[in-house]
């Protein structure tokens, strides 16, 4: 074997470590924002809305959710990735693997530090599986596709989606709270921060360029 082929090798095997990992960590995150009850970050508000409707458990919901708008795609010429296709089920068993082995905690003085892991936690597992560059999660795909589509801002059809996946999701009995605040407020900075400390340098050519094609501010996997 070659030096180049063997470091072809080896920088892959660090992706595929990059994104499951972060795959893994997302969905247990989540799970952990679940727990604490003080508010999800907005797709998991639709995701427990559903799941309180279908009796149907969330992380079977976020597969479900992530297949149909995976497949929202076709009409607006999204290309998946393996990343795209791993999101759909990955998060979704790690999150229910997670709700499995962590009980309910109670009182704010186990909340909050909770609700605080989960939130960091996902802006480590964010710098993860994006700096894998396999490619974008659905949700982000979506909103990049539909900006490419409408025209408009990233940040207005963000913001449309996100603001529509929130009031569906609380009317359908999502948790909506502080965490959801935090969240919005802290999973920006926490990305970029993770996003510098997980980078694979001299990435390949053949790579999905997530970066250079997801704008900024699509920036989550969910």
Request: net charge positive.
């Amino acid at each position: 074997m070659s030096d180049s082929t063997a470091r072809s090798s080896i920088r892959l095997t660090r992706r595929l470590i990059h994104l499951y990992v972060g795959l893994a960590l997302y969905g247990a995150s989540s799970a952990l924002l679940v727990r604490a009850g003080l508010g999800l970050e907005p797709w998991g508000v639709l995701h427990q809305g559903l799941a309180e409707r279908t009796g149907i458990s969330i992380g079977v919901v976020s597969i479900i959710v992530g297949a149909v708008v995976l497949l929202l795609w076709i009409p607006i010429r999204q290309r998946p990735g393996l990343g795209t296709v791993s999101n759909v089920f990955a998060v979704g068993i790690a999150m229910d693997g997670t709700l499995a082995l962590v009980p309910d905690v109670h009182g704010l003085g186990a909340q909050i530090p909770v609700m605080a892991a989960g939130i960091v936690l996902n802006g480590a597992a964010t710098g993860l599986y994006i700096s894998a560059r396999f490619g974008p999660g659905p949700r982000d795909g979506l909103m990049t596709g539909l900006n490419r589509l409408t025209g408009r801002s990233i940040r207005l059809v963000r913001t449309a989606i996100e603001v529509a996946v929130v009031i569906t999701g609380f009317l359908l009995g999502g948790a909506l709270g502080a965490g959801t605040v935090l969240y919005a407020l802290a999973i920006g900075p926490l990305a970029q921060l993770f996003l510098r400390l997980c980078d694979l340098s001299a990435p390949d050519p053949r790579t999905v360029a997530v970066s250079g094609r997801t704008p900024p501010e699509a920036i989550l996997p969910r």
